[in-house]
């Protein structure tokens, strides 16, 4: 589940003492990401939930109730939530509106849409709640989909319900591919079949620089300061290459910056609806990225727009790679009007 940082920490409870409660109740395990590690392109922090299919659903279950009874005060900080009483009382605040957030592996996406939509659907219709899901194109870096659930509070936690059963009820086992709440850099290559190991010896993705597919109309150029430059890489770009062996420790401190042009048509792939694929990309490389505003063209007069990352070499390479995903991502077809 996604919880905000003030649900989060209602959640956690004065001392850790609401989660353990919540854990001995439910027989669940509960973990919640930390705040200075939310859910990529997202402010929300990660709970994961863990066991049995009866003590995951009323983990949940107590979780949504959490949520309602926060949502619903008029001094939501000074809630105190207590799961050993709540599991008595279950049901006795259904009416209450409320909206919660929750995340399927994206590999089950086809199971809980079913053929034009007819599965989320009857979710929908069943439960009384509004279930939508975010595109598939928003899943690639974390290979989740994120589901959001609106309505009454006993509306949502049968939608809720709902999904974990047909989850469970899959002929095929359904896993995540990011088995914990972190989503940063070092999660990145157990969480994405596409990331490659950083080598400070040799240069980015082990070689030469900047673009391992070699993406046609692009270039640029990797700098680090202190004279560390590379030789020739594949995709018009240079390499960043150290002189010395012994240079883990510098490579991770020194600060990078990697810029190159990408065709104009190219950048709302980088940028995503509303800038949420930019976020998500910042997120979990925790790099800088900035992309030239549109009318500040280069190249003589071409369509090129620059796009600059900055950050350690580890997480400017990470943001690099990311982008490279998007840009080689299938294009949508446009209809004419």
Request: hydrophobic share 35%; with cysteine; proline share 6%.
């Amino acid at each position: 589940m996604l919880l905000s940082n003030n649900l989060s920490g209602s959640l956690i409870g004065l001392g850790g003492r609401a989660i353990k409660d919540l854990m001995e109740v439910s027989g669940a395990r509960v973990h919640v990401s930390s705040s200075s590690d939310p859910y990529p392109g997202t402010s929300d922090r990660v709970v994961l939930i863990s066991g049995d299919l009866d003590s995951v659903t009323l983990a949940q279950s107590l979780i949504w109730e959490m949520i309602a009874l926060v949502t619903c005060s008029e001094n939501p900080k000074e809630v105190e939530w207590n799961p050993k009483d709540m599991v008595n009382f279950i049901g006795q605040n259904d009416g209450a509106n409320i909206s919660g957030k929750l995340t399927v592996p994206a590999s089950a996406a086809g199971l809980m849409i079913g053929k034009a939509g007819a599965n989320i659907q009857h979710l929908s219709d069943e439960s009384g709640a509004s279930v939508l899901m975010n595109s598939k194109e928003e899943a690639m870096f974390t290979q989740e989909r994120i589901v959001s659930i609106t309505g009454s509070l006993g509306s949502c936690m049968k939608a809720a319900s709902m999904i974990l059963q047909k989850l469970d009820e899959s002929p095929e086992p359904i896993a995540y591919v990011n088995k914990g709440t972190s989503y940063s850099t070092a999660h990145l290559s157990a969480a994405n079949p596409f990331a490659m190991p950083f080598n400070p010896a040799y240069g980015m993705y082990g070689g030469g620089m900047m673009h391992p597919m070699g993406m046609p109309g692009m270039s640029g150029v990797a700098n680090v300061p202190g004279g560390m430059r590379g030789g020739a890489g594949r995709g018009g770009g240079r390499g960043m290459g150290m002189s010395t062996p012994d240079v883990d420790g510098i490579a991770q401190q020194v600060e990078t910056t990697i810029s190159f042009t990408v065709p104009d048509e190219l950048v709302g792939n980088i940028l995503g609806k509303q800038g949420t694929t930019m976020r998500e990309i910042i997120s979990i490389s925790k790099a800088k990225v900035n992309v030239s505003p549109r009318g500040e063209l280069v190249d003589g007069g071409s369509s090129n727009r620059v796009v600059t990352i900055t950050g350690t070499p580890g997480n400017a390479q990470t943001a690099h790679m990311l982008i490279n995903q998007r840009l080689q991502a299938p294009q949508p077809q446009r209809r004419n009007n």
